[in-house]
Nanobody, 122 residues
Framework: VQLQASGGGLVQAGGSLRLSCAAS????????MGWFRQAPGKEREFVAA????????YYRDSVEGRFTISRGNAKNTVWLQMNSLKSEDTAVYYC????????????????WGQGTLVTVSS
């Protein structure tokens, strides 16, 4: 499956952004979807995941209550709504697809998008 992430940009602390990830190539609803991020000089880390039918979600603690992952299987798209952004949210954000459940390990995802840069100014 091919993934195309978009929606990044520059935003002030406290602001909001909505990332999108469009999928193509294979049945979208057979994949669990995840968002990861990588800040300069740091390892890629898990942000959020959503199950194939959208019924279950999973977040890293630091974004719980601020970020919301959702998906529209009819549109082959997964979104990440990010509110109350902080400077520490600055990173390149990647979407990923896998079939191993709602997991936080990068190695459990099979397909990756190219990333979209989110910069939060303080």
């Amino acid at each position: 499956v091919q993934l195309q992430a978009s929606g990044g940009g520059l935003v002030q602390a406290g602001g909001s952004l909505r990332l999108s990830c469009a999928a193509s190539g294979r049945p979208f609803d057979t994949y669990d979807m995840g968002w990861f991020r990588q800040a300069p000089g740091k390892e890629r880390e898990f942000v959020a995941a959503i199950s194939r039918n959208g019924g279950s979600t999973y977040y890293r603690d630091s974004v719980e209550g601020r970020f919301t992952i959702s998906r529209g299987n009819a549109k082959n798209t997964v979104w990440l709504q990010m509110n109350s952004l902080k400077s520490e949210d600055t990173a390149v954000y990647y979407c990923a697809a896998g079939r191993r459940g709602l997991v936080a390990l990068t190695t459990h995802y099979d397909y990756w998008g190219q990333g979209t840069l989110v910069t939060v100014s303080s």
